[in-house]
């Protein structure tokens, strides 16, 4: 009986047209409709070819541009070098992604010659979707600490005291590296696959986009590559849900400064330097649970957390659900 219900609840929130094609959206969705006027849309191929070129581009613009820099004014090309390899070289890096942020944006008014609307910039109320993702990603981190202590999978250890300089600096630039990836996955790559195929399919494919991306990182796990996956399910869902990029680019960004820099946890395999608090891993303690050298994210704790938000945001009633992309 309750299966039955929840497919009617989904049917219902199904069926929208924008444009000439059907989406399965239940009222009509500004990024969506706004897409779909788009100059042209290229072949779904093509466009999973050029999203790396684009992002592989724009970050070495950026790093050609900082050693260009670097050598007119002081310290000579090689610095750049150095800077990277430092211990805090996080903190360039995170700077960095303000390139790719640039990049979708040019690709998209040029060449698709879609509006911003259509990446889910919208100006009304934007920074109270900001903090609300914002809030809504220290929630999250914060529940899924709680449950990783809860079952024996972290324990708190000695912190020393952030040099807080550092530590703003750090946020600010996980600000930037939060939204980067938002732009370029979702209100990129999601909305334009989205506009020769159905919403569910682009969905999948940049989610798997997604994990491949963090393919590389230390610690690495097939719980954790589920994890990412469904990080990137519940980020389209989120950001059609509400019909913007601004709460989940928040959302995106303070996930990874509670992790890194509020709890000193691994974020995706990586340390992010100055915290205010300090949790380990105990010894003994299953990988699964403690998500190891990964940090939360390879953990059965963020499965329940992203898993049980994708669903309760799909599965709201009716008249509070904005978007579903059920399809």
Known sequence: MFRQATCRRLRRLCRVKIGEREYSFRSSSVILSSAAKARIKPNPLWQIILFPLIYIGSMLLATILIGVCIGLFGGGADSVYEIFSAENSMLGSLFMTIFPILGAILYIKVLEGRSMASMGFVRRGWWRHYLKGFGTGLTMCSVALLLALAMGGLGISEATKPNMTLWLLTLVG???????????????????????????????ITSLLFAFMHGGNAGLTPLSLVNLVLFGIFAAVFMLRYDNIWGIGALHSAWNFCQGNIFGVAVSGSSAGDTLLSFSVLEGAPRWISGGEFGLEGSIVTTVVFG?????MLLKDKNKAERSFAS
């Open 308 to 312: 049980g938000m994708t669903l309760w």
């Open 174 to 204: 996980f600000l930037v590296q939060g939204m980067s990836e938002e732009v370029m996955l979702r209100g990129y790559l999601t909305v334009s696959l989205a506009g020769r195929m159905p919403v569910w399919l682009s969905v999948a």
